[in-house]
Every structure is written in C-alpha cells, then in structure tokens.
C-alpha cells in the first residue's frame, strides 16, 4: 500500500467520499477495531498539541481517514502503526505555523500580590487541562502506565512544546511509548540515524528544562489524607490551616491569565485579596493529566475552576494550577453545571 508521506493514508484517499463512497455504512468490525485506539491516539495527540479539544479533534480526523482508507489497509504494518502514522501528520498539519502552546510561568516572571490581573489571552496561548480517562488506558502495566501517567504532567506538555514537532513526536514515540528507532523511522519515513539525531537534540532540550519522564507511583495514604485537609481548609477558608499545607514555593496559576504567583505568603495573601471571592466555594474531586484536581464552584454554585494540584514528597502542595474556562472544562470532565449554592427556585 503506498502512503502519502503528508496525511499517513493511501494516495487516493483525498478521492473518497465522506461516507467512504456510495453512501456505504461503516461495517461494524472496523469501526470497532479502530475504536479500540481512540484513548492511546488521544494521549499521544494531546501530548503534541498540548490542548485536549485540538486532541480530540486529531483523533476524529485520524478515524475518518484511517476509515476512508481501511478497506484499502494491506496489513504491512501494524493497525496500530498505521493509526499513529495517520496521527502524526494529522498533528504535525495542525503545528505548521502555530505558537507552541505554554503556561503562565513559561511566560513571564512571576507576579506579586499587586499587580493587576490583567485581560485574558485567546485560548490557543495555553496548554489545557485533560481528563485522565481521556488520554491514558484504564487498565494495563503498572510501570506503563506509571510513565503514561508522568508522561501527561502539565509541566512535561509544556517542555514538549519547547521541541519542533518532528522531534516531539521521535521523542513520545520512542521514549513514552517505547517504538524502536526503525518504527518511528518508518512512522515518519525518515532514516534510523535522523530519528536517533532527533531523539538526542529532544532529550536535551529537556534536560536544560528540567522536565523528563520519571514514573511517578498512584497517590499513597499521606497523600490522600494531604488532599482531604486542602479540600476542608479550602471549602472553609482556613487560611492558617491552608499555610501549613503549601510548599514554601508553592506556585497559583490561573489561565487565561498570565498573572501567576510564587511563594505561600502571596498565594494566601491574594485569596484573602483578589481572590477573596473563592470563600465559600465546593471542591468536586476529578484527575487531570495524572495528578488529582478538583471543579471549583463558587459559593452560589456557578463553576469557577478546574484546580490541578501538584504535591511533593515531603507531604506539601507545590501547584495549585487554576483554569477558568468553565464553559467548555466542566461538561469535558463530566461536571454537573451547579453545585451547591442556594436552591434553585
């Protein structure tokens, strides 16, 4: 099967209608073995446009390519290679010409208490926040799935954008998802030694940043029970029970703003400023990019937040990452539109 070295699918698919061609219905079995990838494909497309709804929109156009062309699909490569290839230069079309996606402290430096929260900036300045049900498989190897899960940090889909895409892909092909250099040399026909040149110039880039992939294990007992006491100190504003669970250095961010904080003393200080309208808020438990987060909802039960918190080793919270696009956040994490707040009349 020859392949287009620009949309990963045979070269007279463009030709195909959109309903594959005399109004035939997509036969079951193919829709469901190319189903079955729709999670891994997302992870992977997430990890190289940073934005979960440009994730899933990678994927839906992966599948309609990759149906359009299935009947066409000789099986000298994997199904699963074949979905990837169509991924990648789904993925690498939608990178052509547009800013890499960052967060606040990529930025800027951080800001103090005073300083004006500012206008927001357009939505495609900053990397999103994604359900891990969205983007990593519900069951399988726990030391996979450890990285799979480090792999999608908010921090490391920042360092990613640093790279230029065809590295960004060698890099989460071979070093998160474990292809061999001759695979992501036939992914993206290119050679063995470019791929392995791409991989070294991405792994240090990384290493100046700071960000590479180390599992991380699932939440332990002192972890749970540090979440439970910043729910408790947050829903009743305790700011002197707040302190003594953030890290001396502990970090607010609040996209689409750029304005970001450091330092608990001006985090506290700004929720009992600025930020004084979070008293009274209801915190619902979700998982973001394989750490916990919780909906934010004001005290009249309006959705105001999606929090994804960052914790450390020794027991304190280090992020408290804040995104404030509601309208579309909340229905992706399947969060109701109120919570609590007076009775609706």
Same mark, same amino acid.
């Given at each position: 099967?020859?392949?287009?070295?620009?949309?990963?699918?045979?070269? /007279?698919?463009?030709? /195909?209608?959109?309903?594959?061609?005399?109004?035939?219905?997509?036969?079951? #079995?193919?829709?469901?073995?190319?189903?079955?990838?729709?999670?891994?494909?997302?992870?992977?497309?997430?990890?190289?446009?940073?934005?979960?709804?440009?994730? @899933?929109?990678?994927?839906? @156009?992966?599948?309609?390519?990759?149906?359009?062309?299935?009947?066409?699909?000789?099986?000298?490569?994997?199904?699963?290679?074949?979905?990837?290839?169509?991924? &990648?230069?789904?993925?690498?079309?939608?990178?052509?010409?547009?800013?890499?996606?960052?967060?606040?402290?990529?930025?800027?430096? *951080?800001?103090?208490?005073?300083?004006?929260?500012?206008?927001?900036?357009?939505?495609?300045?900053?990397?999103?926040?994604?359900?891990?049900?969205?983007?990593?498989?519900?069951?399988?190897?726990?030391?996979?799935?450890?990285?799979?899960?480090?792999?999608?940090?908010?921090?490391?889909?920042?360092?990613?954008?640093?790279?230029?895409?065809?590295?960004?892909?060698?890099?989460?092909?071979?070093?998160?998802?474990?292809?061999?250099?001759?695979?992501?040399? #036939?992914?993206?026909?290119?050679?063995?030694?470019?791929? !392995?040149?791409?991989?070294?110039?991405?792994?240090?880039?990384?290493?100046?940043?700071?960000? &590479? /992939?180390?599992?991380?294990?699932?939440?332990?007992?002192?972890?749970?029970?540090?979440?439970?006491?910043?729910?408790?100190?947050? @829903?009743?504003?305790?700011?002197?029970?707040?302190?003594?669970?953030?890290?001396?250095?502990?970090?607010?961010?609040?996209?689409?703003?750029?304005?970001?904080?450091?330092?608990?003393?001006?985090?506290?200080?700004?929720?009992?400023?600025?930020?004084?309208?979070? @008293?009274?808020?209801?915190?619902?438990?979700?998982?973001? !990019?394989?750490?916990?987060?919780?909906?934010?909802?004001?005290?009249?039960? &309006?959705?105001?937040?999606?929090?994804?918190?960052?914790?450390?080793?020794?027991?304190?919270?280090?992020?408290?990452?804040?995104?404030?696009?509601?309208?579309?956040?909340? *229905?992706?994490?399947?969060?109701?539109?109120?919570?609590?707040?007076?009775?609706? #009349?």
């Amino acid at each position: 099967m020859k392949q287009s070295s620009t949309s990963g699918t045979t070269e /007279v698919a463009g030709a /195909v209608p959109a309903d594959g061609g005399g109004g035939r219905a997509p036969e079951a #079995e193919p829709v469901e073995r190319l189903e079955a990838y729709r999670t891994e494909l997302t992870g992977y497309c997430y990890r190289m446009l940073g934005s979960a709804f440009e994730a @899933e929109d990678a994927v839906q @156009e992966t599948m309609v390519r990759a149906w359009r062309s299935y009947d066409r699909f000789e099986g000298r490569s994997s199904l699963r290679s074949w979905l990837y290839r169509i991924a &990648t230069h789904v993925c690498l079309d939608l990178l052509k010409g547009s800013q890499r996606r960052a967060r606040p402290m990529d930025l800027a430096s *951080p800001s103090s208490v005073e300083t004006p929260i500012g206008t927001g900036l357009p939505e495609a300045t900053w990397i999103g926040p994604v359900p891990d049900q969205r983007v990593l498989a519900s069951a399988g190897d726990p030391a996979e799935t450890a990285v799979a899960r480090e792999s999608v940090r908010l921090a490391f889909i920042s360092a990613l954008q640093r790279l230029a895409p065809r590295q960004r892909a060698v890099l989460i092909l071979r070093e998160v998802l474990s292809w061999s250099a001759r695979e992501v040399a #036939e992914l993206l026909d290119s050679s063995v030694a470019s791929v !392995n040149s791409a991989l070294q110039r991405a792994r240090a880039t990384l290493a100046a940043s700071g960000d &590479t /992939v180390a599992p991380q294990q699932p939440l332990d007992d002192a972890q749970q029970a540090l979440l439970r006491r910043y729910v408790d100190a947050f @829903e009743r504003f305790d700011m002197d029970a707040l302190t003594t669970l953030l890290h001396e250095d502990c970090t607010l961010s609040m996209p689409p703003y750029e304005l970001w904080l450091r330092g608990r003393e001006d985090l506290v200080t700004w929720l009992l400023g600025p930020g004084g309208g979070c @008293e009274g808020s209801h915190l619902l438990p979700v998982t973001a !990019n394989g750490r916990p987060a919780f909906g934010q909802y004001r005290a009249d039960g &309006t959705p105001w937040a999606i929090q994804v918190i960052e914790t450390a080793a020794d027991g304190r919270i280090t992020a408290l990452q804040c995104f404030l696009d509601t309208e579309r956040l909340f *229905p992706l994490f399947g969060l109701p539109p109120r919570h609590g707040g007076p009775a609706a #009349e």
